[in-house]
Nanobody
Framework: QVQLVESGGGLVQAGGSLRLSCAAS????????MGWFRQAPGKEREFVAA???????YYGDSVKGRFTYSRDNAKDTVYLQMSNLKPEDTAVYYC?????????????????WGQGTQVTVSS
């Protein structure tokens, strides 16, 4: 089992920034790909960013150039730095863990999920 706890959400004005954190515990963190997804009210959960233990970071089209993913294997933590936020970024943001061999932009690949953290961007 992998336990994931997100933090850092909140209310921010359009154009502002937030940094989300996801702390992992349980199994060896470096064995997993870690991803961020989000879900707005009335919409399906959407891929935001992800990276395997080693390798490139992948971003959803709607956040490219504005969001930056990072992971610290020594701290068992992943981060999502969100800049130039827009009202359409309002959603619950989830951290998730998948096998390194999985298609990491696909929600169904993820076995473990955090409880989510709310991000609200006002116009």
């Amino acid at each position: 089992q992998v336990q994931l706890v997100e933090s850092g959400g909140g209310l921010v004005q359009a154009g502002g920034s937030l940094r989300l954190s996801c702390a992992a515990s349980g199994r060896t963190f470096s064995n997993y790909a870690m991803g961020w997804f989000r879900q707005a009210p009335g919409k399906e959960r959407e891929f935001v960013a992800a990276r395997r233990s080693l390798g490139n970071t992948y971003y959803g089209d709607s956040v490219k150039g504005r969001f930056t993913y990072s992971r610290d294997n020594a701290k068992d933590t992943v981060y999502l730095q969100m800049s130039n936020l827009k009202p359409e970024d309002t959603a619950v943001y989830y951290c998730a863990a998948a096998d390194n061999s999985a298609p990491i932009a696909t929600m169904s690949a993820y076995h473990y999920w955090g409880q989510g953290t709310q991000v609200t961007v006002s116009s």
